[in-house]
C-alpha cells in the first residue's frame, strides 16, 4: 500500500500550545483526511481537505491540503488537556499514516 | 457513540483457528469498511463493501474474507490465524461509497481486538 510519512511521531506539550503536525506521501493525493482516535475508541474524522491548497478549520483545529498533493499540515492552536489522543492523516480515505500521539500536560 | 456496532470487543484464540468479526453500520449507511491496526503498522485498509458488493481491496491477505449481507451488516472472517495477526479490527459505515474523487464521511466502530496465542 501507499506509505504515509506522518510526523512528529510523539508529542508533550503544555496546555495552551500550540502544536503542528504533518503527513507526507511520495504519492499524489485527492483527498486528505485528519482523524483522531481517543484510547479505547475507533477514529473520528476531524477535517476533510478536497482540494490543493485548500485550508480548512473546525474549531481550534487548521488543516491544510499541500500544493503539491503530496502532503498536509494540521495545526491545533491553544491545546487543551482533551486534547490528548492519536492523530492521524488519511490520503485518498484508505491509506493512513502511522500517527502522532499527542500528550498535553496541564 | 459513532452508530456503528462491532462484536465481540474481545477475541482471543489459538494459532490456526477461525474467527468471524461482526459489524452493524449506522443506520442508512450502505457502505462498510475494514481496518486492521496494530502496533508497528497503524491502520491497514483491508476491504470495503457497498451495498452488498466488493468495492475496494485493500492489503487484505488470502486467509482473510469479508462479505456484505442483505440486512447491510458485515462479517470479516480470519482463517489459519497466526501470531501477527493480532491487532483491533475496525470496522467503517458510510452513506455512499465514493464518488470520484469526493470522499464520504466515514464513522468507526469500537473495534474488536483479537489476540491470538
Known amino acids: 500500500g501507499q506509505q504515509l510519512n506522518q510526523s512528529p511521531q510523539s508529542m508533550f506539550i503544555q496546555e495552551g500550545e500550540d502544536v503542528s503536525m504533518n503527513c507526507t506521501s511520495s504519492?499524489?493525493?485527492?483527498?486528505w483526511l485528519w482523524y483522531k482516535q481517543d484510547p479505547g475508541e475507533g477514529p473520528v474524522l476531524l477535517i476533510a481537505?478536497?482540494?490543493?491548497?485548500e485550508l480548512t478549520s473546525n474549531g481550534r483545529l487548521t488543516a491544510q491540503f499541500g500544493i503539491t498533493r503530496k502532503d498536509s499540515f494540521l495545526n491545533i492552536s491553544a491545546s487543551i488537556p482533551s486534547d490528548v489522543g492519536i492523530y492521524f492523516c488519511?490520503?485518498?480515505?484508505?491509506?493512513f499514516g502511522t500517527g502522532t500521539s499527542l500528550t498535553v500536560i496541564p | 457513540d459513532s452508530g456503528v456496532t462491532q462484536t465481540p470487543k474481545h477475541l482471543i484464540t489459538a494459532t490456526g483457528q477461525r474467527v468471524t468479526l461482526r459489524c452493524s453500520p449506522r443506520?442508512?449507511?450502505?457502505?462498510v469498511y475494514w481496518y486492521q491496526q496494530s502496533l508497528d503498522q497503524g491502520l491497514q485498509f483491508l476491504i470495503q463493501?457497498?451495498?452488498?458488493?466488493?468495492?475496494a481491496k485493500g492489503n487484505i491477505l488470502e486467509r482473510f474474507s469479508a462479505q456484505q449481507f442483505p440486512d447491510l451488516h458485515s462479517e470479516l472472517n480470519l482463517s489459519s490465524l497466526e501470531l501477527g495477526d493480532s491487532a483491533l479490527y475496525f470496522c467503517?459505515?458510510?452513506?455512499?461509497?465514493?464518488?470520484?474523487?469526493?470522499?464520504?464521511?466515514?464513522?468507526f466502530g469500537p473495534g474488536t481486538r483479537l489476540t491470538v496465542l
Open positions: 467503517a459505515s458510510s452513506v455512499r461509497g465514493t464518488s470520484g474523487n469526493h470522499y464520504n464521511e466515514q464513522f
Open positions: 504519492s499524489i493525493f485527492n483527498t
Open positions: 481537505l478536497y482540494k490543493a491548497g
Open positions: 488519511a490520503g485518498n480515505q484508505f491509506y
Open positions: 443506520s442508512g449507511d450502505l457502505s
Open positions: 463493501y457497498y451495498n452488498g458488493e466488493e468495492r
